[in-house]
T-cell receptor, first 111, second 112 residues
């Protein structure tokens, strides 16, 4: 079966712009989580969605937001981009917390 | 709040030698622990979860609640085991919501 799909794979944006990243979970998985991976901070939890509701949110500013659609696909949005937002953004889907399957990520570069 | 500590950023062993990657956690509830592996240029993959008590690619990990540890072990390392390994803890936050907290990772290099 298809894995977790993230689009786009790479993105270059300018400071101050906004960006939307997309994640399609494994079919049947209703939980989608987002993580930011950087060399300095490692893997940090952004938020988790389940059945179109945000269940959990990490310690990130309000510029980071997300949503989940009825088909479980999820998007995350970052507004007013800063240089420090440059990172690999990972999406993971889960079935009843039995482990999380990760996508390949979207590499965001802010210039 | 939950916390996962991997004390070794880098670990090198020779092929055929035993390897142990350390992971300690702090969490007041009942933990669900995982090991993830990231090979060069590949996505993060689930290696082990403690509830299944399985052995994947020769790796095992035992949850020691007394020492709050979940060390990853393999008796004979192979060159293809070279990768970044992350220990992670799934903790309940509220209701049925859970959050996966990662350690900082250990880069394992298996030398020929």
């Amino acid at each position: 079966k298809a894995g977790v799909t993230q689009t786009p794979r790479y993105l270059i944006k300018t400071r101050g712009q906004q960006v939307t990243l997309s994640c399609s979970p494994i079919s049947g998985h209703r939980s989608v989580s987002w993580y930011q991976q950087t060399p300095g901070q490692g893997l940090q939890f952004l938020f988790e969605y389940f059945s179109e509701t945000q269940r959990n949110k990490g310690n990130f500013p309000g510029r980071f937001s997300g949503r989940q659609f009825s088909n479980s696909r999820s998007e995350m949005n970052v507004s007013t981009l800063e240089l420090g937002d440059s990172a690999l953004y990972l999406c993971a889907s889960s079935l009843a917390n039995y482990g999380y399957t990760f996508g390949s990520g979207t590499r965001l570069t802010v210039v | 709040a939950q916390r996962v500590t991997q004390p070794e950023k880098l670990l090198s062993v020779f092929k055929g030698a035993p390897v142990e990657l350390k992971c300690n956690y702090s969490y007041s509830g009942s933990p669900e622990l995982f090991w993830y592996v990231q090979y060069s240029r590949q996505r993060l993959q689930l290696l082990l979860r403690h509830i299944s008590r399985e052995s994947i690619k020769g790796f095992t990990a035992d949850l020691n609640k007394g020492e709050t540890s979940f060390h990853l072990k393999k008796p004979f390392a192979q060159e293809e085991d070279s990768a970044m390994y992350y220990c992670a803890l799934s903790a309940a936050t509220s209701g049925s919501a859970r959050q996966l907290t990662f350690g900082s990772g250990t880069q394992l290099t298996v030398l020929p």
